[in-house]
């Protein structure tokens, strides 16, 4: 596990492997390359990243009780529709994709033709494949505002 060590004077060290709450200022955009969104959600495992199309990261907090019950029916809904169907491949809120607009983004469930995801290169299915499913769903949560 990477330990974020800040800078800010009040704020005590971390010895490695304990981890350390990142507040940021709602005026403050953090920006990250690919590369850098690669290793940084390769490192933190535990966090729910993304990455808007202006390279802005957005790190979200756990579904509460309710939302996380709602995600896994409607996953559990679509794979159990895949599975029946043998048409594609179904994916859980832990894929990444990355969009034409580079923001990279994670939605509750997703869905694609099983040849469209036969075409991508298996290095690129080990990574935030560039490709957009052919299905998304994203449940609102009470504290979902909307995305320009």
């Known amino acids: 596990m990477s330990t974020l060590v800040s800078d800010h004077p009040t704020e005590r060290p971390t010895r490695s492997g304990e981890t350390l709450a990142l507040a940021v200022p709602p005026d403050v955009r953090l920006r990250v390359s690919d590369d850098d969104f690669w290793r940084l ?81 298996r290095s690129e299915r080990l990574k935030f494949s560039h490709v957009c499913p052919d299905f998304v769903a994203e449940l609102r949560s009470p504290l979902d505002t909307p995305h320009s």
Do not use: K, Y
């Open 41 to 121: 959600a390769q490192e933190n495992p535990d966090l729910r990243l993304e990455r808007s199309a202006q390279g802005e990261l957005i790190v979200m907090p756990p579904a509460g009780p309710d939302g996380s019950q709602r995600n896994m029916t409607l996953g559990a809904q679509l794979w159990n529709w895949n599975r029946q169907s043998g048409l594609g491949i179904a994916f859980d809120s832990s894929a990444g994709f990355t969009l034409p607009n580079s923001a990279i983004r994670g939605p509750d469930a997703s869905w694609m033709t099983r040849e469209r995801w036969e075409r991508i290169p």
